[in-house]
């Protein structure tokens, strides 16, 4: 983020997340967008009351929220400049902009402290207060939050305050605050009334089916000859003209991670596992395993939102029979939408497989590049290899040829992530544990000239184990040239956003020092055959893996 946009926010939230609400909550009312009987929700305990938190820590917090307030107005900036530049084009009357801000609440996942990298959070490990500021000293100082070299995500709280004057935020899909977002929608030559106000309930899936009104498009039956899902929205092409048209989309189910909810006709019942939605270590985990958590004996809430803005007023113990109504509607959608089983995306924790292929061999050409994380070979928590086969031209006898360099195969960053690379004649390979932590070895020799294969092992100790720890080894046509620990490695995933390349580094470089990210050449000086990933299986039964995930998920990475 830009300094000059988060420096606008300087001073501008040391009052707290607590006063933030209030303030937002009185701003809201005054501008009516949200009714004049409104009521601001309670802060629940997990969120730290602001004048708990020290002083130096205070200091932290505000600047995670000057860099977030930077980031917004800086998006509304850009997405002004397209608008504008529709208007340039004189085609802004006739074209329909609808703007969402937000997906599902903002999110909580930086947990009570922050994070300099929102990936740790993500994988499972949790920085106490002290560590993040170590950390974020490391990369700079606070005044570097924000900046290109931190992925930050800032502390449960501010989500919470974001979300005014609902409860809760992302993954909590029980709860307004993880479901509701702004809408505002533009047609100059159909919406008449700029600037009005529009609560009829409606939901994402009603977008298409809207904008294949307006174009006056039916929806497709199929494509390409294959058949497709009927489209599970409705229009709300009418609210465009009137703004009391009814409400078309009259029931609606949630569910994210165990967290679930059910409107109909103005009433919501909400289902909210005991789980503080940034924590799952291996006691919850053991608690919401298969046969342990019974979901029926969720607490449920029930607010009618057609009294209730905000579900302040929970009215479940009124209407047991509205309780019993929704509970049953749900289960019936659920089954209908294929929501079940619930908390099905974790399903690996409890010892279920997580690939489904069974692949362990993955080979790529040189000019593959940004391959998405998520597509990347399965190397987490298991031993594997990487081997390559190059040409090296050599060094010329006047010095004019370089010889050999660069980068073999790098993935993300030193946010986390990992790079195989020929750097001043030497293999190398660095290994990124989420930023907290690098590991580097080197090749004693330097490359032959001509045809060679290059390989690095990781032998993890505990296969199947999350974060396992592990040795390092190089080899050279072969022959070990290096070897080295890595006492954690990445659970779950090295980054949300960088992908691999073959050949080179893009985005940010994996090796943060001057001579890989500046020196070496953009792309690798020499051949590159292939590529060449093997895995090893992970070796352990469903049984062990049960076992290994719930009672030592987060011991290996705390330390």
């Known amino acids: 983020m830009p300094k000059e946009w988060s420096d606008k926010y300087k001073g501008k939230f040391d009052q707290g997340w607590d006063k933030l609400r209030e303030e937002t909550f009185a701003r809201q009312k005054q501008l009516g967008v949200i009714p004049a009987n ?21 200091k932290v917090y505000a600047r995670q929220m000057e860099v977030y307030a930077g980031y917004q107005e800086n998006t509304d900036h850009a997405v002004g400049r397209v608008v504008q530049a529709i208007e340039d084009m004189g085609l802004a009357d006739n074209t329909l902009v609808i703007y969402i801000f937000g997906d599902n609440g903002a999110s909580m996942e930086g947990t009570e402290t922050g994070t300099f990298n929102e990936m740790t959070t993500l994988n499972g490990v949790p920085l106490t207060s002290d560590q993040q500021l170590k950390a974020i000293k490391a990369y700079g100082g606070l005044d570097k939050w924000g900046g290109p070299h931190m992925a930050p995500h800032y ?20 709860h307004l605050g993880g479901i509701r977002n702004p809408m505002v929608i533009a047609w100059p030559k159909r919406i008449k009334d700029k600037g009005g106000l529009r609560s009829q309930f409606t939901h ?16 497709p039956k199929e494509v390409y000859g294959i058949a497709q899902v009927p489209m599970h929205g409705v229009s709300f092409l009418s609210t465009f003209d009137d703004a009391n048209a009814p409400s078309r989309h009259t029931q609606q189910y949630f569910e994210i991670l165990g967290n679930r909810a059910m409107y109909k006709d103005g009433w919501i019942a909400c289902w909210r596992p005991n789980r503080i939605p940034w924590k799952f270590d ?8 298969p046969g342990k958590w019974d979901p029926d004996n969720d607490k449920c809430e029930l607010y009618n939102l057609d009294e209730d803005f905000s579900q302040a007023n929970d009215v479940a113990n009124k209407y047991p029979d509205k309780v019993r109504e929704m509970t049953a509607l749900f289960w019936t959608e659920a ?44 190397i987490y928590n298991r031993s594997y290899s990487i081997s390559a086969d190059l040409d090296n031209p050599g060094r010329s006898g006047l010095g004019l040829r370089p010889g050999i360099a660069g980068v073999i195969v790098a993935e993300g ?61 190089l080899f050279i046509n072969g022959k070990q040239e290096a070897e080295g620990k890595i006492e954690h490695s990445v659970p779950l995933r090295f980054t949300a956003y960088e992908g691999m390349d073959i050949g080179t580094d893009n985005g940010l470089p994996v090796v943060p020092k001057f001579i890989y990210a500046k020196v070496l050449p953009t792309n690798f000086r020499g051949t590159i055959q292939k590529v060449q990933f093997d895995l090893s299986p992970t070796k352990v039964s469903a049984e062990d893996l049960q076992h290994i995930y719930l009672e030592r998920f987060a011991s290996a990475v705390r330390n």
Not at 156 to 161: S, T, V
Not at 282 to 289: I, K, L, V
């Open 204 to 219: 994402c899936t009603d977008i298409a089916p809207t904008i294949l009104e307006v174009a006056g498009l039916p929806e």
């Open 335 to 378: 089954e209908r939408y294929q929501v079940l089983p619930l908390f099905a995306e974790l399903a690996f924790l409890w010892g279920f497989p997580k690939d489904s292929t069974g692949q362990t061999k993955f080979i790529y050409y040189n000019g593959t590049e940004n391959i998405s994380a998520g597509m990347i070979p399965p």
């Open 155 to 174: 502390a449960a709280a501010w989500a919470w305050a974001g979300n005014t004057p609902f409860k809760w935020g992302k993954q909590v899909a029980s």
């Open 38 to 58: 409104a009521k601001l929700t309670p802060r629940d305990p997990v969120f730290p009351a602001w004048d708990s938190v020290p002083p130096e820590v205070k």
């Open 413 to 473: 960053s030193f946010l986390g992530g990992f790079s195989l690379y020929v750097e001043e004649g030497r293999l190398k390979h660095t290994y990124s544990f989420l930023g907290l932590k690098l590991d580097t070895i080197t090749s004693r020799d330097e490359l032959p000239k001509g045809k060679v294969n290059v390989r690095y092992e990781f032998t993890a100790d505990k296969p199947g184990e999350f974060a396992t720890s592990g040795t390092s080894r």
């Open 282 to 289: 291996p006691e919850t985990a053991a608690r919401f395993a």
